[in-house]
């Protein structure tokens, strides 16, 4: 089994080019997985628990309190602004929330685009290898002759598949990895749909109906 270094000198120039668009490439998911899965995801079904129960009770400042805890989380950014414009109109509020969530979208789909291109890079960098070790094999036979033909003929051949390997190697997972982030944000989109409807018609129902009365 060939060590790593081996594969990237065997492999020829475009074997360093497919790695460096694979550290590229794993920088872009790692951040974006990290920022999907914890810093703009919370526990919605809690979240939106307590935000009613504190709307109802007309604590509004409470509710803000809450969110301003999760400053990152694209849900909590969109009930903000609802809550920031509770004794606005209806009209008012959904015009706030709806507001919030364009200004979310760009977050979550921010450079996520980059990795099936990358990926696809990667893919074609290695044809390209493989393309390179075919004619170079080929020049082998044709033009060298002796002791020199099987080595030359070796090179080729090993540079056509370790850039075909290599390429492989690293379009499959950032595809992957792409899915992964991309089915996510589209989640935390449905929710920022659904929830922020919700914070609407709860604002809206404390309006209509006032503040609560203080306690006896």
């Given at each position: 089994?060939?060590?790593?270094?081996?594969?990237?000198?065997?492999?020829?120039?475009?074997?360093?080019?497919?790695?460096?668009?694979?550290?590229?490439?794993m920088a872009i998911a790692a951040e974006r997985l990290v920022y999907?899965?914890?810093?703009?995801?919370?526990?919605?079904?809690r979240f939106m628990a307590q935000i009613q129960k504190l709307v109802a009770a007309g604590n509004i400042d409470l509710?803000?309190?809450l969110c301003a805890e999760r400053p990152e989380a694209a849900l909590a950014r969109v009930v903000k602004a609802g809550l920031v414009r509770a004794d606005d109109t209806e009209t008012g509020i959904r015009e706030a929330v709806e507001e919030a969530v364009l200004e979310v979208q760009p977050d979550l789909s921010r450079r996520t685009a980059y990795l099936p291109m990358l990926a696809n890079v990667a893919t074609l960098l290695g044809l390209l290898g493989t393309v390179q070790g075919l004619i170079l094999a080929f020049g082998a036979v044709a033009r060298a002759g002796g002791e020199a033909r099987p080595a030359l003929l070796a090179e080729g051949i090993s540079i056509?598949?370790?850039?075909?390997?290599?390429?492989?190697?690293?379009?499959?997972?950032?595809?992957?990895?792409?899915?992964?982030?991309?089915?996510?944000?589209t989640r935390?989109?449905?929710?920022?749909?659904?929830?922020?409807?919700?914070?609407?018609?709860?604002?809206?129902?404390?309006?209509?109906?006032?503040?609560?009365l203080p306690p006896a």
């Open positions: 089994m060939s060590t790593f270094a081996e594969a990237m000198q065997q492999g020829g120039v475009f074997m360093w080019v497919i790695l460096a668009v694979a550290v590229v490439a999907v899965f914890v810093r703009a995801d919370l526990n919605t079904r509710a803000l309190r056509a598949m370790y850039t075909t390997f290599a390429g492989l190697s690293v379009a499959i997972p950032v595809l992957l990895l792409h899915a992964l982030v991309a089915n996510r944000g935390i989109l449905t929710d920022l749909d659904l929830h922020g409807l919700q914070a609407v018609h709860w604002l809206a129902a404390r309006r209509r109906q006032g503040p609560p």
